[in-house]
């Protein structure tokens, strides 16, 4: 269902799921090439530099949480789930906006992935 | 799974509707910039992710050594992007050696 994406994820994001992003004929990449960044904790480093990158303050740039993945794989919603649900804000706001919002919808996704 | 759909009421808003593949880390923020409906979440997050862009953005051009600029004016915007990604890169470089120096002292 990721054929032909080009993905990149953060060292934060659990094997598994970067597995799956193959096994659904998606492709992992570089940074820069990428059209999807998947991250499990923007308060990792290499989550964090996205987050200060000048991509991201000018708006070319967002991180996604990579529970994506999970969720829209998943048999019964597959098509129904929008990635527009999964926005990463940096770690630093995630707090603030919990305070508005609740929770983010990534959050309400405990189940983990079964490992094979 | 514990996946729970948003009430229909904020279905209107892009962030919410797009499925499949048309989204993506390039195009979405644009997207919602120019939706009309944004539903309460992605309002939320756009309007702190600006302020906090807005911000940091702030102290980027503010740290910038006064002396190279001719008309003495350090709050002035960047003539264009090479030099935006300059100041960037060195308030970059020192934000980690505060990082660093902060470690230190916790230790
Ligand atoms: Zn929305």
């Known amino acids: 269902m990721f054929g032909g994406c080009r993905g990149w994820f953060s060292q934060s994001v659990a094997r598994e799921l970067c597995d799956l992003w193959v096994a659904e004929r998606g492709v992992i990449t570089n940074q820069e090439e990428a059209d999807y960044l998947f991250s499990s904790d923007a308060a990792h480093p290499d989550t964090k530099r996205i987050h200060e990158s000048l991509d991201y303050l000018e708006d070319r740039i967002e991180v996604f949480h990579s529970n994506y993945l999970n969720a829209s794989t998943n048999s019964e919603i597959k098509i129904t789930v929008p990635l527009g649900h999964f926005l990463l804000p940096p770690a630093c706001l995630q707090e603030e906006i919990r305070k508005q919002i609740g929770s983010f919808i990534w959050e309400q996704i405990t189940e983990p992935l079964k490992p094979q | ?107």
């Not at chain 2, 600006?50 to 702030?58: E, P």
């Open chain 2, 1 to 107: 799974t514990t996946y729970k759909d948003p009430k229909i009421s904020e279905l209107r808003c892009s962030g919410c509707i797009t499925t499949g593949l048309s989204l993506n880390s390039r195009n979405f923020c644009k997207i919602l910039q120019s939706c009309q409906h944004l539903c309460d979440q992605h309002k939320v997050i756009l309007q702190t992710e600006m302020r906090y862009k807005r911000n940091l953005k702030g102290s980027i051009i503010s740290s910038k050594d006064c002396s190279t600029d001719s008309a003495g004016n350090c709050e002035e915007m960047p003539k264009n992007i090479a030099d935006l990604q300059a100041k960037h890169d060195t308030f970059m470089e020192k934000q980690t050696k505060k990082e660093k120096c902060n470690l230190e002292d916790e230790s």
